[in-house]
């Protein structure tokens, strides 16, 4: 009896307690809403979130107009017209006045913005400058780096490792893969050895085939009933597929060839020479080239050296894509349809036709514009232009019958005369025609000899009353009375223009008048101010220094002085009086500089800095007597300008009168009698001239009146040259407990001692001044280099490190440590010192020269192009960059960032030794001269060797030349 299925016992049954479905095979551990139920009843309320709560609240205070704490005011929410989050007056209607309040206010915004337009784009400029400082970009710092990359060969670049081989010590080299050829190729090349052969033979031969006209290479005649050329090709015989040379042919089914002949069949099974393949590929290019040949005369058809200069004389025909010149040649011709009264569309048509290169087309076209408009003198001379030169004139006749009131062609048509007597016929007929041109009476003067010329003129002003041109022409070609006759009419004819009473001017000049000169030109600014003109400043400082080009010196003065006060302010007279002067200086107009200053100097008669600006421009620009007389007149009118006194005493030194200086600096003492400057002066001035004693007297009254540290130590310096070293110390030791804070007194009293060799005294010294100063980089400096002679270098470290702790951010300290490293032999250390200095300063030019030679010879020229951004007009770093031109020998590089260094900074005295020692080595004599003579013009004082040098005691009295070689041969040698 079968049994029915089974059913499981579980099925319909409860499930015990703590029952999890799917525990057992690990499928359990998640709950899904089906499992809990819905979250609250259907009866509950919907809980609001909290965006909603605070959405709803903003809504009420809106409504009840109070400000929302939680207002959005960030950028992303900011609308131009109503601000962060909605207008505060949303609900009031925007009507026309909103509008035109808009509108005044943006257009007062607009004025404001313009007003400060150039200072915010100065500032924004300036910022960016800043920024770019700060934070340079990347490929900003690397580029000193990237420079190096330039010194990288061949063979290191190719061992440069791969991303994937940074890890590996080796580089893999790649293998180079070959590929044999396949069986077919060779097959073929085997088989083209038939016709390689045969033109291999023939080349250069002239025999024919018997019955035939062929001849060998250079021929281009084929076989009866062909039409393949011989000339060393495979020519087919006719019904047949076999290679036919000239000399023996292999007919079909052998493998035998006819004497004279290489040529085999294509069953020929013979060894592959590739060496003879070569040379007949060879053979094959000659005979190609030589069917490129003239065969009658031998020579190549094209010119090679002529045949880039002929393509210039090709007028080329294809400028662009020749569907748009046939859709611009329609289009002009609907233009000239649709307007036929247009002068330009004609021009461009034909101007169209003649680029493309038909210029009969062009011809024709303009022709017929000409009876089209013969009005139009546009037309006529693009037509006379496109015509030959035979045919030329005849259309220049035509144009001038249709259009004889036009000058342009009146002009064009005495153009196409070749000799001076038929365009005199032509402008002489014109002017008849056409008698007010000026044009034409000036082409007709200009070939007329001086006195026809005046003849011509004197019509040409009755006929052109105001041309000013005609009537100036006509002034210069006459005598003086008969000159001030016509510029009197002219004056009457134009009386609004200034080139007349100028050229009046000029006119009493030239005929030495020169009283008459500002009389004139005064009268003429009254007269056109009277005729409404209006008197531009600086158009007439143009035509006073125009005056002064054409060597009428009084009158350009007489013009600037008449118009210097036109449009000035009273306050701001003197700053642009300034700058007048200066524009004239750099013009090179230096009559018009000179007038400058003496209008100025006659408004401010007791302005020391006019007088003295004068002064200088009189030093530079001006003669001795000139200079001289400046500054009598200065010192008159200032008599307590000491710098004034001291420059007219120099002055009279230096042109030998001693005597006269005296007097000056004796009344330079009436008026400034406790003047420190006057009486060093006085000091200088005896002892250049050996007069010792009275240059001592003078420093003993000095110190009574005027005991200041300088005449202390002046004092001091005397004895001390002259070799009283008891007396200069003495006078040291007293000044030094008057004025302790004077660190030049400290300075003195340590070298005194150590020219004695008393190294200890001159240490404590040392140390007594620098805890009176300091901050006196010189007294640091100078006790660490004490200490690097006794070869103290932890003493003289100590030192520096301690001078940078009172002084911070000082270039000298750092180079000074620097020098005192390499003084010790630690030659990595200075470089670690110059880093150091260099973050700390970085600005600093001494620490970059500096920089330069320390690197080695590949490395300073990247060095020096990093100094020269960082400094870019320091004359130091400019010395460097041309000392490392001297040192390379590029000699013309070198001379000009010497003098481009001297003139920078003219007080510079190491710049003009090393100029002068460059020229030594590498220039004339003349150039030495120079150099020395430009030195002693500046007479420099400062520097780092300059000062060193000329203060030595044995080199107190040597002259300017003297201390530059001197300075020239101490400097230190560049490796």
């Given at each position: ?851 330069i030679f320390m690197e080695s010879g590949p490395l300073r020229k990247s060095k020096s192009v990093d100094a020269l951004k960082k400094c870019e007009n320091n004359p130091l770093v400019l010395l460097a960059v041309a000392n490392l031109f001297f040192a390379e020998r590029k000699i013309k590089k070198a001379r000009s960032w010497f003098n481009r260094t001297v003139k ?72």
């Amino acid at each position: 009896m079968a049994s029915g299925p089974r059913v499981a016992n579980f099925i319909g049954v409860a499930a015990p307690s703590g029952y999890v479905p799917g525990l057992g095979r690990g499928a359990s551990g998640f709950t899904t809403r089906s499992d809990i139920g819905p979250a609250r009843d259907e009866t509950d309320m919907a809980v609001p979130s909290e965006a909603q709560v605070q959405a709803a609240v903003r809504k009420m205070r809106r409504e009840d107009g109070a400000a929302d704490p939680d207002e959005n005011l960030n950028d992303t929410n900011y609308d131009e017209f109503s601000g962060y989050s909605g207008s505060l007056f949303s609900k009031g209607d925007y009507d026309k006045d909103d509008e035109e309040a808009d509108g005044i206010y943006d257009a007062i915004m607009d004025r404001q913005d313009q007003r400060r337009k150039t200072h915010r784009e100065k500032r924004e400029k300036e910022e960016l400058i800043k920024f770019r400082k700060e934070r340079p970009k990347i490929q900003q710092q690397f580029a000193d780096l990237k420079r190096q990359l330039t010194e990288v060969s061949a063979e290191e670049w190719a061992n440069l490792p791969d991303v994937a081989d940074i890890g590996k010590k080796v580089k893999k080299k790649r293998l180079e893969k070959f590929t044999a050829a396949p069986d077919s190729f060779l097959d073929a090349a085997r088989s083209s050895m038939t016709g390689l052969h045969m033109a291999a033979d023939f080349s250069g031969t002239s025999t024919s085939m018997p019955g035939t006209a062929t001849s060998f290479p250079g021929t281009a005649t084929a076989f009866p009933g062909t039409a393949t050329s011989f000339g060393g090709t495979r020519t087919a015989y006719p019904g047949t597929g076999t290679a036919y040379p000239g000399t023996g042919t292999a007919y079909p089914g052998t493998g035998t060839a006819y004497p004279g002949s290489r040529t085999a069949m294509p069953g020929y099974s013979g060894e592959l020479n590739l060496g003879e393949i070569g040379h007949a590929r060879k053979t094959m290019m000659g005979v190609k080239l030589d069917q490129a040949s003239d065969s009658v005369s031998g020579q190549t058809v094209v010119d090679a050296k002529g045949y880039l200069t002929d393509l210039n004389s090709i007028t080329p025909k294809n400028l662009g894509n020749i569907g748009d010149v046939k859709k611009g040649r329609l289009l002009l011709k609907s233009v000239r349809q649709t307007n036929p009264k247009h002068a330009p569309a004609w021009i461009a048509s034909a101007g169209l036709e003649e680029i493309t290169g038909k210029l009969q087309s062009a011809r024709n076209i303009i022709m017929k514009g000409t009876e089209v408009n013969p009005k139009s003198e546009e037309i006529w001379l693009e037509a006379i232009r496109l015509m030959p030169p035979s045919q030329a004139k005849s259309v220049a006749a035509q144009a001038i019958n249709a259009c004889p009131l036009s000058v342009k062609l009146w002009l064009r048509a005495s153009e196409l005369e070749p000799d001076k007597k038929s365009k005199r016929a032509v402008l002489r007929k014109a002017l008849e025609t056409v008698p007010d041109a000026v044009r034409l009476w000036k082409a007709a003067v200009d070939i007329e000899e001086a006195k026809e010329a005046k003849i011509m003129l004197e019509r040409a002003v009755e006929c052109c009353p105001q041309s000013v041109e005609l009537w100036l022409a006509l002034a210069h070609l006459s005598t003086y009375t008969e000159a001030q006759k016509v510029l009197n009419r002219a004056r009457i004819s134009i009386p609004t223009d200034r080139s007349i009473w100028i050229t009046a001017a000029r006119l009493e000049e030239a005929a030495g008048k020169g009283k008459n000169v500002e009389k004139i030109i005064q009268t003429g600014v009254k007269s056109l101010r009277a005729n409404g003109v209006e008197i531009n400043r600086d158009e007439w400082i143009k035509e006073a220094e125009k005056a002064e080009a054409n060597d009428s010196v009084a009158t350009a003065q007489a013009i600037m002085t008449s118009v210097l006060d036109e449009g000035v302010e009273a306050e701001e007279r003197k700053t642009q009086w300034m700058e007048d002067a200066d524009n004239a200086v750099t013009n090179e107009s230096y009559a018009c500089a000179r007038a400058v200053y003496a209008h100025a100097l006659a408004a401010f008669r007791s302005d020391e800095g006019i007088w003295l600006q004068a002064a200088y421009f009189e030093k530079e620009h001006g003669t001795v007597e000139s200079l001289d007389e400046h500054l009598r007149m200065a010192v008159k009118y200032c008599p307590q300008a000491e710098v004034l006194w001291l420059m007219g005493a120099k002055q009279q030194w230096v042109n030998g009168n001693i005597q006269q200086a005296r007097q000056i600096l004796a009344s330079a003492f009436s008026s400034n009698p406790n003047s420190e400057e006057i009486w060093l002066a006085a000091v200088k001035l005896e002892s250049e001239n050996n007069e010792f004693e009275r240059a001592a007297k003078l420093l003993e009254n000095a110190r009574q009146k005027a005991g200041t540290a300088r005449v202390w130590w002046k004092s001091a310096r005397l004895e001390w040259v002259q070799g009283n070293l008891v007396e200069a110390r003495r006078m040291l030791d007293a000044a030094s407990q008057i004025h302790e804070d004077e660190p030049r007194l400290w300075m003195m009293r340590g070298q005194l001692e150590e020219q004695e060799g008393n190294s200890a005294a001159a240490r404590e010294l040392y140390a007594k001044g620098l805890k009176h100063n300091p901050k006196s980089i010189v007294l640091w400096t100078l006790a660490a280099r004490l200490e690097v002679r006794q070869q103290a270098y932890t003493r003289a470290r100590s030192l520096l490190e301690k001078a940078r702790t009172k002084i911070p951010a000082c270039a000298e300290l750092w180079l000074e440590s620097c020098k005192v490293e390499t003084a010790a032999g630690f030659e990595q250390n200075a470089k670690t010192q110059m880093a150091r200095a260099l973050q700390e300063c970085p600005t600093s030019g001494l620490l970059w020269a500096s920089a330069i030679f320390m690197e080695s010879g590949p490395l300073r020229k990247s060095k020096s192009v990093d100094a020269l951004k960082k400094c870019e007009n320091n004359p130091l770093v400019l010395l460097a960059v041309a000392n490392l031109f001297f040192a390379e020998r590029k000699i013309k590089k070198a001379r000009s960032w010497f003098n481009r260094t001297v003139k920078l900074d003219p007080d510079f005295g190491d710049a003009w030794a090393a100029y002068y020692k460059f020229e030594m080595q590498y220039g004339t004599e003349v150039q030495q001269n120079e150099v020395a003579k430009h030195c002693g013009m500046a007479e420099p004082r400062h520097g780092q060797v300059w000062p060193e040098v000329a203060k030595r005691v044995e080199n107190w009295k040597k002259t300017n030349r003297e201390l530059l070689a001197l300075v020239a041969r101490e400097l230190p040698a560049i490796n």
